[in-house]
């Protein structure tokens, strides 16, 4: 199966079925992970457009606001590109680097994500 048909059945999991692999309403963000895993084998360049493409297609499906996730997932294919090393690709799938890549890229997301809700609701 190749990257393009897993990242379309991630897209449909994440929208359809996540919400029932809640634990404590934390649900798991299969989408941000897998674009964690092509950052680290792909590189930059190939992330952004891979977080773009992703991020639409969550939109998209989501009926959330449109470009918001697309925003967030192109930013961190881009700052997370900067520590994209062809010889350390293997050694960080395997170590905690790839959670370090999972938090850091949940950290900018989300902060980019929520900023669209809370810039025009009012909150100081």
Wanted: charged residues 10%; proline residues 2%.
């Amino acid at each position: 199966m190749n990257e393009s048909a897993v990242a379309l059945l991630l897209v449909i999991v994440q929208v359809l079925v996540s919400h029932y692999l809640s634990l404590g309403g934390a649900m798991p963000d299969m989408v941000l992970i897998f674009l964690a895993y092509i950052i680290i084998t792909r590189g930059q360049v190939f992330a952004e457009v891979a977080g773009f493409l992703l991020g639409l297609g969550l939109d998209i499906l989501s009926s959330g606001t449109l470009g918001a996730h697309a925003l967030a997932l192109t930013l961190v294919g881009f700052l997370l590109g900067y520590f994209y090393s062809e010889e350390l690709a293997k050694q960080r799938l395997r170590n905690w680097p790839f959670l370090l890549f999972v938090f850091a890229g949940s950290v900018i997301a989300n902060l980019i994500y929520y900023f669209f809700f809370t810039a025009g609701s009012g909150l100081s």
